[in-house]
């Protein structure tokens, strides 16, 4: 049956009424129309009539939102803008995976032309080049110990080196899961992540789930991630975000779609900038959606709700910004100036919080109709605790696949798990290394019409911010295909291997037997962990034969047996018999697992995440002595 909404209805009868006595009237009289006197009155009566549907419609979707009708009009109609824009790119990203060969060609060659002029294009008469397969067979596979000489100069100013431009920004990895990278990035890297990437998923949105086109608020967990400038006046950023650095979050917020205010993504206190987004957040009672980068982000946030919810509350009552936040006195005034004492929504939100934080969101935000957050790979964890505790009962939507170096993939069906990406053919030229290769200087690497179904490869990219032929370490399992473009699931990153004897177990590998482990204790629900190998622990791994070093944080168990320990190292020898052979012959001593206390990981993120704030991502094989200290010095059985 045909459905339409009361609003449109009354506007639909309207505006046939109108027709229907113009055609009446031009019925009796043939010449009415022609009259020139009667053109602007039917012209009026038309518009006003649009005018009439278009604000039904605007209050329809508003649904008693409180916000001006200067801005529900500006983001009605912005709306309308990005959603055609956002239905275009989607039809060309399905006609680019009809022909993945050509599509994949075209990127490469417009990647080089734009090059050839530099010092590097020269070196590899980037000119000369063609076709894929003379690119390949010139230029080596890199990593980036092959280009860090090169950015350095770029950053300390020196031209045409590595790119044909000044870079956009230069993008600070956190170096968590192995070296410290400073990544160039370029303008045309921004535009594709905006249109290939952020407006294909509103695309996606508007059509999986229906009730985002209502003209709610979303809170975003952004977070400022400047970091100064280099030699050249070059902004230096930390893994900056995925949506800032397309610069849509600065679009969006003056479409007024975030609840949060523009001036905190200027507070460089993570803590204090995590507040201020709850604080907003917690007032309107209409919000829409939770929106962060990872969903690690989302679960802290919960987490900092859970513990700091009675000053939250009382701030809303008393319309101010809690006085024991470290704030500049220009960004406190303009943050005083937009709260008003709210003591009806107090009252709510107390009374929610007493009843405890099971589905707590939903109480909060009755019309909460999505998390859009990625909670795949190692946020998998986050992502699971969400849905079954804070955020129980509202979808998600684990957008896209990006990192430093650009766009790779978007998720064009958020129903499907584990999550799935589709590669962007046109974002960056794209190989992939067999993993039976991975360990190998130069291995062989296929193409994306060359890979096969149900195989995993280590990601290779040339990218429009001067990269060729790069490593990023990211390991891929192919799903299937979208027409002749490959469909990925992320496995784990090459830096995130445990190997003590070179077993080189997985990141994958080993949370499937943490998470059948954790099944098997009674009572116990897995909330954060992670691993280090004994090498850097010294003396204080409490073992001589090599070992894994296993820190948890759960709930609903405080202490384990021995026998419930060893049940982990049980599941991972059934799950890898490499590991399994190690461990008979007595070359891997049994993995020492321990409890950490509540908070725990939360304290450890944010001391690691002061460093790089914007998207930095928790490791789960720790390099570090000084973090691995921490958790030990948190162990509480």
């Known amino acids: 049956m045909l459905k339409i909404r009361p609003s449109r209805l009354c506007g639909y009868v309207a505006l046939t009424s109108l027709f229907a006595i113009i055609l009446i009237a031009a019925g009796h009289n043939t010449e009415l129309l022609r009259d020139p006197r009667l053109l602007p009155s039917v012209t009026a009566a038309v518009i006003l009539c649009g005018v009439t549907i278009t604000w039904r419609d605007i209050r329809w979707r508003a649904k008693r939102e409180s916000r001006t009708a200067s801005a ?19 039809n060309r990203l399905e006609a680019d995976t009809l022909d993945v060969r050509r599509v994949q060609e075209e990127t490469l060659l417009k990647r080089l032309h734009k090059t050839a002029n530099t010092d590097y294009g020269r070196q590899y008469d980037f000119k000369s080049i063609k076709d894929c397969e003379t690119f390949r067979q010139h230029h ?14 770029v ?12 870079p956009h920004l230069l993008v600070m990895t956190s170096g968590i899961s192995g070296q410290c990278c400073m990544l160039p990035r370029m303008k045309d890297t921004n535009t594709d992540l905006f249109l290939q990437g952020v407006v294909v998923c509103l695309d996606t949105i508007k059509r999986f789930f229906p009730a985002s086109e209502v003209l709610q608020r979303t809170v975003g967990f952004f977070y400022d991630s400047s970091s100064g400038f280099s030699g050249a006046d ?7 975000s995925i949506l800032a650095s397309s610069c849509s979050t600065l679009l969006l917020h003056l479409l007024s779609i975030y609840t949060t205010p523009a001036p905190v993504l200027q507070v460089r206190s993570k803590r204090d900038a995590l507040y201020l987004h709850l604080l907003f957040a917690l007032r309107d009672p209409a919000l829409g959606a939770l929106e962060s980068d990872f969903a690690s982000e989302i679960f802290d946030a919960f987490s900092s709700l859970q513990e700091r919810w009675q000053e939250l509350v009382e701030d809303v009552e008393l319309g101010r910004v809690s006085p024991q936040l470290d704030l500049e006195h220009g960004t406190r005034k303009t943050l005083e100036g937009l709260v008003r004492p709210d003591p009806e929504r107090a009252a709510h939100l107390r009374a929610e919080f007493g009843k405890g934080f099971l589905g707590i969101a939903l109480r909060l935000w009755p019309r909460l109709n999505l998390v859009l957050a990625v909670d795949s790979g190692s946020d998998q964890i986050h992502g699971e605790l969400l849905r079954r505790h804070y955020c129980e009962g509202v979808p998600f939507y684990s957008p896209v696949y990006a990192a430093a170096e650009g766009l790779i993939g978007v998720n064009i069906c958020p129903e499907k798990e584990p999550r799935q990406y589709l590669l962007c053919p046109r974002s960056m030229f794209c190989e992939f290394v067999p993993e039976a290769n991975v360990e190998e200087q130069q291995p062989p690497a296929l193409t994306m019409e060359q890979v096969q179904q149900g195989q995993c490869y280590e990601l290779v990219v040339t990218n429009a911010s001067g990269l060729f032929r790069y490593r990023i370490g990211d390991v891929l399992r192919i799903t299937g295909f979208h027409n002749q473009c490959p469909v990925v699931e992320i496995q784990y990153r090459r830096g995130q291997m445990l190997n003590v004897r070179g077993e080189n177990i997985s990141e994958a590998v080993f949370l499937g037997s943490l998470k059948r482990a954790v099944s098997q204790w009674p009572g116990a ?28 944080e759960l709930r609903g168990v405080r202490n384990l047996t021995e026998q419930q320990r060893y049940k982990l190292d049980h599941c991972l020898q059934e799950d890898s018999a ?53 958790l030990l010095r948190r162990t509480i059985s």
């Open 155 to 166: 950053a300390a100013g020196r031209s045409r080196l590595l790119v044909a431009e000044k």
């Open 578 to 630: 490499v590991y399994k052979s190690f461990r008979f012959k007595g070359s891997i001593g049994p993995m020492r697992v321990q409890l950490v206390g509540r908070g725990a990981f939360l304290e450890l993120r944010s001391s690691l995440s002061a460093l790089s704030p914007a998207t930095f991502k928790m490791p789960r094989v720790l390099r570090s002595k000084e973090c691995a200290d921490f």
């Open 72 to 90: 529900l009009i500006f983001t009605f109609f912005a709306r309308i803008m990005i959603g055609w824009l956002g239905k275009r790119q989607r």
């Open 525 to 552: 629900e897995l909330l954060d962990y992670c691993c280090a190998e004994s090498s850097i622990l010294g003396q204080t791994s409490g073992g001589s034969d090599p070992h894994y070093q296993v820190f948890l």
């Open 140 to 153: 080596p596979i890199t990593v980036y110990d092959n280009f860090r000489d090169l950015v350095e100069q």
């Open 234 to 240: 070059i902004p230096i950023r930390s893994n900056v």
